[in-house]
């Protein structure tokens, strides 16, 4: 079974609108991290939010929040406030222990 | 934040010579470092992780003859290419941690490889 799931290989949304990237895990460890990362065209990686396994409450980062929902093992990004700087590939990933996991990435078009 | 340098970020090679690429960790001290390449619009695909003053382990399919890997320090790894060939030209990212599943990777800004 794959460790990170993301389902949509493209995503477009509006200018100024709220987007959600949609990630899901997979794992039987009790402690796990939960990342998001940021590819522009330029290649490298930015990270942008951290959701940690026992943590109570939802990540944010300014124009960034996590939707962690634990039961169903998904772990969603929201960016509210689209700009066009957004575009970009995202990319969920796990940790377990020492090990990193990536899904396969979101592309998202900022639309002005 | 912590910041993870890469060098070169982009190089061209003719075929059958060696290429290494320096990954530095500036101000953490990274237990362990990955390698990983990618292709246009794909993942992250991981070729080895290393820790320091130990031999890397490498994912399966990938070449340890042709993909050097040392970890010399708690700062420094380095991935050489060794004898390049054309199908080698890809992009190469590394990444450094500590231990601690909540420590975040930290990558490097990337190196584009071109083998002619």
């Known amino acids: 079974a794959q460790k990170i799931t993301q389902t949509q290989p493209g995503m477009f949304v509006q200018e100024k609108e709220a987007v959600t990237l949609d990630c899901t895990y997979d794992?039987?460890?009790?402690?796990?991290?939960l990342f998001w990362y940021k590819q522009p065209s330029s290649g490298e990686m930015i990270f942008l939010i951290y959701q940690g396994s026992y943590d109570q409450q939802n990540a944010t980062e300014g124009r960034y929040s996590l939707n962690f929902q634990k039961a169903r093992k998904s772990a969603n990004l929201v960016i509210s406030a689209s700009q066009l700087g957004d575009s970009a590939m995202y990319f969920c990933a796990m940790r377990e222990i020492d090990q990193f996991y990536f899904g396969t990435g979101t592309s998202l078009t900022v639309i002005p | 934040g912590a910041v993870v340098s890469q060098h070169p970020s982009w190089v061209i090679c003719k075929s059958g010579t060696s290429v290494k690429i320096e990954c530095r960790s500036l101000d953490f001290q990274a237990t362990t470092m990955f390698w990983y390449r990618q292709f246009p619009k794909q993942s992250l695909m991981l070729m080895a992780t290393?820790?320091?003053?130990?031999?890397?382990?490498?994912e399966q399919g990938v070449e340890k003859d042709k993909f050097l890997i040392n970890h010399a320090s708690l700062t420094l790894s380095t991935l050489t290419v060794t004898s390049a060939h054309p199908e080698d030209s890809s992009f190469y990212i590394c990444?450094?941690?500590?231990?601690?599943?909540?420590?975040?990777?930290?990558f490097g800004s990337g190196t584009q490889l071109s083998v002619l």
């Open positions: 290393s820790n320091e003053g130990s031999k890397a382990t490498y």
């Open positions: 990444s450094a941690t500590g231990t601690g599943v909540d420590e975040k990777l930290f």
């Open positions: 794992t039987s460890d009790p402690s796990y991290g």
